[in-house]
């Protein structure tokens, strides 16, 4: 009778001690991922990509008390926007910047994530299958991880949100219900709660996210039935709840004018103007790693779902769920990669558990089972190890090999804490800001998308002066030539009233520089459309550089320095000593903003009293640190009381 | 008793073979000679290439493609035939001083079309052995799955039409009883040596035609193994075929000095560096295709395995097959339709494999019961539906849908030539019948061999030593990368002097060259202003294709400058 009792002890014993002893080391591999990653992230404070950079501007600005759509202009659903107040929030409080704020609240979440789905595979699956979740769970935070170029994208904190909730989902289809023949699970209420919250956000995010998770749902309930009893459950009410509360928002307390412009103008230029910058099939599959990488994944994690389906119930939803994140990323013609992470993130998973399965395979077979468990796990975290250690070597090579903007001080001055970016996360318009502009200065960038204005304004910590933090003009150019004739008057209706709106911005924000790409096709647009001289009064192009052409309003012309007239022996230009030559200041006189801008310039003739800015213009990429270098060596020399002018 | 049950059972068997496969095929076939200038740019190509080599030019020294010279070979087998009835016709045809030439491109297509045919007969051949040696159950799942099989090949082929001949689709042919033959290996049924070692030939020859297809056929195989979960694959004969041709013919066209060099030196590491190499054609928007409907119908066809197929070896392999082709779509990396092909035909067999399942599932409902009313009609109606005429009617509307879909790829082109006529002075094909005469050589530098189709059906010939200006581009990527070795740096060099010297000594009658990097590369190399002086201008011309078959361009629908010599 004892000993009866006693072995199911044991094995309980041993079942616990092996599960938690798993659970130990997998946190601490995460852990290790974590900390390395923050490390990461930490050498770059200043590090973020366009859109997400919008996404803290417009949070930013609906702290302010603006309205999305109505108040400024962008075609993403304004939940990120919401979310994006998050690192703001913390930034008013905490010293640091909010793109430093918001990688790392990135990075936290992901490891809670991880932790989180553990906890429910823990719980709720049974041991064979949380085991074989290990790998996988893995594989995807893992992914979430390493996204450098893509961090805080809205796919990737959909992964973050999604993940324990896809577990918890997983383990009440396949686990049975009450009714038959064995007990129901019971999941606790509050983690439900928090899962379905969590997820609700994700999957609001972008409707595609939705159809994703429905093809997961759909695949088990195809395989286990009983779709009432399994669906109205506490996490799935929290989904509702949150779809609700957003619809609501969306419908009752989004202002009308907000809807009109999203109908007028936001949606029409989002279906068609997206044409603009679309890629061809095959450079969506195989423009480049980042592009075939995902794909070669996906055959692969296809073959392993074929063959694992007779294994495992996770096979097939997920299989459902990568081949919907394929649909989204091919059926949104635009070749970005990280439209591809929810479809990575699947495939991750699905290696992930052909890793389980092998684990799986392997521990039955063996005589000394919980050797090879041990061994299996011993593996995961040397493996985990081992990859932090290099990734950390590399970070610190990397940050040590690349060369460091030192001169944030006027950042520093109002967030408390001066950043020291790498110039590799530095663009050449953050260095035209820096230049011409101050801390909190207004400015406005003009180009052919999102990129350069963003992330350069947030990093830059200087504000937007127009309610179109990019320019859609371009689009709408393309429109007016590309969409059909009878739509021509339409689009042309468009652009006369974003050039309208274009000109009462700047007349009420009176920015403080304007850049404008200097693209020969989209300057010519602007002339065509009478941009530069409806909206450009009172500013005058003062130069061109990194090809972009500034303009400087009369009140904020600063002062070049004069070369002195030329002796004998010419210098040379990488010469250091050049740069100790006395210096005088004077002000450029303006090139009238009407004119058309000529492409390429021809700098003027060498005039001492009107000395172009070509002695401070930085010459092109790639070496254009070295120039910045200069242009840091000039402003040092500048007087105090010399400084740029905003008039202000 | 049961031994004659069997044997009308596989009669009747063969019959609905016939039945069922005789649609797709035989609008196949009126499709195939009614137009005929629509055919695979490629395999127009190469049988010119073969009609050359026939007429006795020698591979590398006058005429030079990256294709396998196996390929080459069989084509030149393929031909051989017109040859033969030519050079008994043409005392007669002297006589009555007439000048008669059997059109290569007919003896061609129809030797394509009969080895279609074949794969078809050897996978049945494979399936009526196992029904006469197998027990129960693998006679029942044969029964289940050979038709499907043979009609999901036959309708990928009619999909494929403006890729006929194309090498996956000769490929895809010799898959077709390969892997029913193994799937039944594994299942323990023994077949005829005779018969094995064909279905190995044949299987081993289609290996040849590419460097890829090596790592599909040991991917299937592993598939097996896989998903039978056994480490030893069954040894037999037709594998010892499959692992034998290809050293032999590695070793066989290693043997001519010529051959070797060349092949060693500049065909494998020209066909490594095609692969590799980063078209920046397709960079642009609509700069390529856009086969999302052959992608998505890939992901639909795996997502239909995974619920039906779950324990069907010979159903996840044709997946998985699937799945390789769209690997193989993105070696291919322009976007092309001819790199679908083996995607569209696992994909067919899959889906078809998948229908029938669903129809068996489905007559296994106990109508009486169950919550779903839909599904039950649905069982009582699969029920009522004899098997064999259910697949009958879906050859019957396949063949229909998709005769619909070629008349759409046709109108779509229609439309390009309507409106592209008014921009240029001739079409392709108007500046081939109206610069040209038949049997005169005709020079085309472009990036594709779109133009072969239309010089075959026309009877032009061509005048170049590199037919098509692909492994030019390879070769200046490659330059600029530093990539080049010794041989292939001298390869390039001779490329260019070739072009020159064909031009000077071959002096074609008319010469087509497309305003692309073609162009710039022959303006670079100063031909182009040599050109100049012995030719004329004397209009523009494009391909008049689109983003769609039956003629896809990459990169963008060029125009052309076509120049005739200068009268003296």
Known sequence: MSEAKKKPLKELWNRVATERAAIILVVLAFLALTLERGYFWSLHPLHQFPDQALYLDAAQWIMDGKVPYRDFFDWNPPLIMYLSMLPIMVSKVLPFHPIFWLNMLIIVSTFASACGALYIAYRYLGRDEFFMFIPMCAGATFNVFEQRFDMAEREQIFMILYLPFMVLRYAIWTQPIKGSEQPDIKVSRSLAMITGLMAGIGLALKPQFFCAHAAFEFVLFARNGMLKKRLLRTEILAVVLVMAVYAFYLIFLLPNDAWEVLKNEVLPLFIYGYEYSSKSLMYMMHGGPYFYLPMVMFCYAMAVALFANRYSQWAAPLAAFTLIGLFN???????????????????????????????????????????????????????????????????????????????????????????????????????????????????????????????????????????????????????????????????????????????????????????????????????????????????????????????????????????????????????????????????????????????????????????????????????????????????????????????? | MDSRADGRQTVSLQLWALVISIPPLAYLLIDLLRYRAQSSGWFAMRVMIAQMLLEGKHLYVEVFDFTQP???????????????????????????????????????????????????????????????????????????????????????????????????????????????????????????????????????????????????????????????????????????????????????????????????????????????????????????????????SMCVVLMLSLFFLKEKALGIVFSILAVMGFGLYLLGGDGLSHDLIVVIFASSIAAMLSFTEIAKRLSAVDVSQGRFLKIRQAAGIARKIEPHTALL????????????????????????????????????????????????????????????????????????????????????????????????????????????????????????????????????????????????????????????????????????????????
């Not at chain 1, 041990?374 to 040397?382: D, E, Q, R, S």
């Not at chain 1, 001080?409 to 996360?425: H, Q, R, V």
């Not at chain 2, 050293?247 to 290693?254: E, F, N, R, W």
């Not at chain 2, 494009?542 to 200068?566: C, D, H, I, Q, T």
Request: charge should be neutral.
């Open chain 1, 329 to 648: 990323y091919l059926h949104g013609d635009q070749a970005w990669p990280y439209r591809t992470i929810p479809m990575v993130s699947g495939c991750y998973l699905l290696c992930g558990l052909a890793v389980g399965l092998i684990g799986k395979y392997l521990y039955y077979k063996s005589r000394a089972s919980k050797a090879v468990a041990t061994c299996l796990l011993a593996t995961f975290m040397l493996t985990a190890s081992i990859y932090t250690y290099i990734d950390f070597e590399n970070t610190i090579d990397e940050v040590e090999r690349c060369h460091h903007f030192h001169n944030l001080k006027d950042i520093g001055d109002y967030i408390g804490w001066t950043p020291c970016p790498p110039m590799l996360d530095l663009n050449p318009t953050f260095m035209l800001m820096m230049k011409y502009s101050n801390y909190d200065d207004k400015v406005l960038y003009l180009g052919t998308g999102i990129n350069e204005g963003y992330p350069a304004i947030v990093q830059s910590g200087r504000r937007c002066a127009t309610r179109y933090p990019f320019c859609p003009l371009f689009l709408v150019d393309h429109c007016i030539i590309h969409r059909p004739k009878e739509e021509k008057e339409r689009w042309t209706r468009l652009m006369h009233k974003q050039i309208e709106n274009y000109k009462q911005d700047i007349v009420r924000d009176k920015p403080d520089l304007i850049l404008i790409l200097a693209y020969p096709p989209f300057i010519d647009m602007l002339e065509r459309n009478g941009f530069f001289d409806s909206c450009l009064p009172g500013y005058s192009k003062y130069s061109k550089e990194f090809n972009t052409l500034v303009y400087l309003p009369e009140w904020n012309r600063p002062k070049i320095p004069v070369k002195e007239p030329p002796t004998s022996t010419r210098q040379d230009p990488s010469d250091e000593s050049a740069e100790e030559e006395p210096v005088t200041w004077t002000e450029v006189p303006a090139e009238p903003a009407s004119k058309y801008p000529d492409l390429p310039e021809v700098p003027p003739p060498a005039k001492a009293d009107t000395a172009p800015p070509d002695e401070i213009v930085v010459p092109a990429p790639p070496q254009w640190h070295k120039s910045v270098k200069k242009q840091k060596s000039i402003q040092q020399k500048k007087p105090a009381n010399e400084k740029h002018t905003t008039g202000r």
């Open chain 2, 70 to 296: 196996i390929v080459l070979e069989l084509l030149k087998l393929a031909l051989l035939p017109a040859r033969i009835l030519q050079f008994c016709l043409n005392p007669f045809t002297n006589l009555m001083g007439l000048q008669f030439t059997f059109a290569a491109d007919f003896f061609a297509i129809f030797a394509v079309f009969a080895c279609m045919c074949g794969s078809l007969y050897l996978t049945l051949l494979v399936a009526k052995c196992a029904l006469a040696t197998a027990d129960s159950e693998v006679k029942e799942e044969v029964r289940i799955t050979i038709l499907p099989c043979l009609l999901g090949a036959a309708t990928a082929s009619l999909i494929v039409r403006f890729d006929y001949g194309d090498l996956q689709h000769l490929f895809t042919m010799a898959l077709l009883p390969w892997i029913y033959m193994r799937w039944l290996r594994y299942r323990g049924v023994e077949f005829p040596r005779l018969l094995a070692l064909t279905v190995g030939i044949v299987t081993g020859i289609a290996v040849c035609f590419d460097f890829p297809y090596v790592i599909v056929i040991t991917l299937l195989e592993a598939s097996f193994m896989i998903f039978e979960r056994r480490w030893k694959p069954p040894l037999k004969i037709e594998l010892a075929a499959v692992a034998g041709i290809l050293p032999l013919y590695l070793a066989t066209i290693s043997i001519p000095e010529l051959y070797r060099q060349k092949y060693w030196e500049i065909i494998v590491p020209l066909r490594w560096l095609s692969i590799w190499q980063e078209n920046m054609l397709v960079f642009g928007p609509h700069s390529t295709s856009k086969r999302l409907d052959v992608i998505y």
């Open chain 2, 393 to 568: 009617c879906a050859s019957m509307i396949f063949t229909v849908a998709i005769a619909f879909g070629l008349h759409e790829n046709r109108a779509l082109l229609a439309k390009v030539i309507l409106k592209e006529e008014k921009e240029t002075k001739y079409t392709f094909e108007q500046a081939l019948e109206k610069l040209s005469r038949p049997r005169e050589t005709v020079s085309v530098l472009y990036d594709t061999p779109l133009a072969f189709p239309s010089m075959l059906a026309l009877d032009r010939r061509p005048a170049d030593y590199i037919l098509y200006c692909r492994p030019l581009l390879t070769l200046d990527w490659a330059k600029r990368r530093g990539f080049l070795t010794e041989p292939l740096t001298k390869f390039a060099q001779e490329a260019f002097v070739r072009i020159h010297v064909s031009y000077d000594t071959a002096r074609p009658d008319l010469i087509i060259v497309c305003d692309d990097y073609c162009r710039d590369f022959i303006t670079a190399e100063k031909t182009w202003k040599r050109l100049l002086e012995t030719y004329e201008i004397v209009g523009n011309c494009r391909f008049n294709s689109g983003r769609w078959p039956p003629r896809e361009y990459v990169g963008f629908n060029w125009n052309m400058n076509a120049l005739k010599r200068r009268m003296p």
